[in-house]
C-alpha cells in the first residue's frame, strides 16, 4: 500500500486534553476546560427547548444545499443566498478551499503561528505553504504580500489571529485588499468575529462588494457554543462559492446542526450576554496580569496569550493539576507562554489563584 508521501511526515491534529483523561489521571472531580475557546456558557436554551423537535426524521439525509440555513443566514449578513457555503465547522471549509484550489505547483501563503488547519490540508494538496513569522502577534502583511507569486493562490488571514488572539487593523488590512493580486483568493477567518469589540474593524462582508478574490470564514462552535454539532460557513463572491462547491460532500451538515444553527442564529440575546460576561472576565483576568507583570497579546478573542517566565508546559502541568486544561504555548508554537480561553467568573478567580501560586513558587 502507498499514501501520499506527504502524509508521512504528518501527524493527525492534536486536540487540548479531554475532560475525563484529566479527571482519571489527576484523581479530580471537577476540571475546567479553557483550552479550546469554547463558549463556558453554553448554548441558547431555545435551542436546548428545541432539540426534541430537531431528532424528527433522522433516517433521512440533510438538506445537502442546507437551503432554510442558507437563507436566514443571508438575510442576517444581507448578501445573497449563492453567496454561501457550510461546511462540518468551518473546519471543513478550509479543506473545501484547500481541495479545490490548491495543487502541486501552487502555493499558499499564512502567518506563523496561526490557525494550523489551513497548513494541514493545503500539504495534503500537495501545495507549497509559505509562513510568515507574526510579529508581536500581528500578521506581517507586507511581508505576506512579498511572498506572493503567480502560483500563489490561497492567502490566509486568520482576524482575531488563533493563537494570539491580535485582530488585523482596518486600515491595514483595506490596504492589503488593495494591493494584493486578484487571482490570490483572499480568505478572513472570523471564528472569532462576535467576540470583538474594537471598533477598528474591516468590514469583511461589505467588501465582498469591492473585492472579487475574498472570501470570509465564521461559525456556530465559539460564541454561539455548538463546537459539538459541527457547523460553520463561508460568505464570498458567487464565482468563488461555484468553484468550490463541487469539492464539497454533498450532506456535509446533519439536519440537527443546521436546525440548531438557525435557532441559535435567532437568539441573539444570548450571544449579547455571554460576549459580554466574557468581556468583563477578560477585563478582570487582564488587571491580574497586570498586577503580577506579566505580558500579553491584546486580543480581541475569547482567549489571551500569556508570556510567563517559565516554560508554557511547566505552567501548563501545574494547571492541570489543580483542574485546568489550558494551552501550553510550546505546542502552539510560542514558547513560555500559554493560551487561555476566558471561563466563567468563578473559574476564573480559580485560575488565578492557582497561577499565581505557580508564579510565587517560582521566584523562590
Ligand atoms: N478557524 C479558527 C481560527 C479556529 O480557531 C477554529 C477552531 N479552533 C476554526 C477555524 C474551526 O472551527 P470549527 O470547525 O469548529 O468551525
Known sequence: MKSKAILNQMTPYKPGKQIEEVK???GLDKIVKLASNENPFGFSQQVKQQLPELIAQLEKYPDGYAATLREKVASFLNVKEEQLI????SDEVVQIICRAFLEPGANTVMARPTFPQYRHNALIEGAEV????VVEGHHDLKEMLQQVDENTRVIWLCTPNNPTGVHISKSVLHDFMEKCPSHVLVVIDEAYYEYMVTEDTFDSIQALQQYENLMVLRTFSKAYGLAGLRVGYGVANRNVIHSLEPAREPFNTSSIAQAAAI???????FIEETTSE???NKRDLLAFLDENNLNYYESEANFVLIHLPMSGDEMFEHLLSKGFIVRSGEAL???NSIRLTIGSKEDMVLLQQAMKQKLEDHVK
Open 130 to 133: 509559505r509562513e510568515v513569522p
Open 333 to 335: 508554537g510560542i514558547p
Open 278 to 280: 466574557n468581556r468583563r
Open 263 to 269: 435557532i441559535a442564529l435567532n437568539d441573539q440575546s
Open 24 to 26: 482519571r489521571e489527576y
Open 86 to 89: 457550510f461546511g462540518n465547522g
